[in-house]
């Protein structure tokens, strides 16, 4: 599905550690190290006031979406070395790669939804949903075109945004898919506990094709599975407003997370 699987790293033992974690039965092609962009060693834009990790994140991105263009590869998929993948990877993995539309130009395997009462993700099936707007980038998927057209508008604007947030103000009007559930996690920033994997969360609200009216998913949650956010500018990027697990009241009501346990149950989904 992917051409190229590309791995975002700095230190060296987070390499040896990712490596470690990687399904035995890995189902894409084998990843390459790319060596991350240190931001503390590079210029940044004058109007830059988010961290160096930020810049070096957002400049790691921006040289793996050039050279893959570079090269014609039609499409990659980009991991950082926080990624940890769920049960069942591969097996999943085949599953919602076979109900993604052959017009996909950006695929997330991981991630985090952003008020999708205002950001509709729209059923396409019972493996995948579109997305209307995900902060993350430790587990998502370009294609050729969308690349070239991501990287132009990134490189020539000057908003003072994490690369996250600049491709979520892409999605809504491009082809962006996901699956119900996400099937890679991250470990939490500043840490090598692979043991608190955030899975981040499920959306909330889902539409049928044409439909106005959202349905909501009460959400089964994994362990460290979060409600969704939904004020975006009210809240720092990583930070949902609430605890790990348990209930997190966001604008339009309650968001039920309990932690049940680690696995890949997938959400209560409505009949299509």
Known sequence: MFERVVVINLAAERWERFVARL???????????????????VPMRTHWRKSAKHWGCFLSHMAIME???????????????????CEGFAEHAAAFAGGVPNDWEQIYLGG?????????????????????????????????????????YMMGNAYNLTVDYQFGRLHASHKVYAPWRWLVGQIPDGTDDADRVLWWN???????????KPITILNVGRQNERPERTNQSSKRPGHSGSSNAGMGRGKRGIV???AVRKGTRSPKKPSL
């Open 23 to 41: 399904p035995s039965d890995w189902p894409f092609a084998e990843p390459v190290r790319f060596e991350a962009i240190d931001g503390l060693t």
């Open 67 to 85: 050279q893959a263009v570079a090269d014609g590869i039609d499409s990659v998929l980009v991991l950082e070395d926080d990624a940890v993948f």
């Open 112 to 152: 985090q939804h952003v008020n999708t009462t205002r950001h509709r993700n729209v059923i396409v099936n019972d493996r995948v949903i579109t997305i209307g707007n995900v902060n993350r980038t430790h587990a998502h998927a370009m294609r050729h075109e969308y690349m070239k057209m991501a990287r132009e």
């Open 202 to 212: 499920t959306p909330l609200h889902v539409y049928r094709e044409g439909e106005r």
């Open 256 to 258: 039920c997370s309990r």
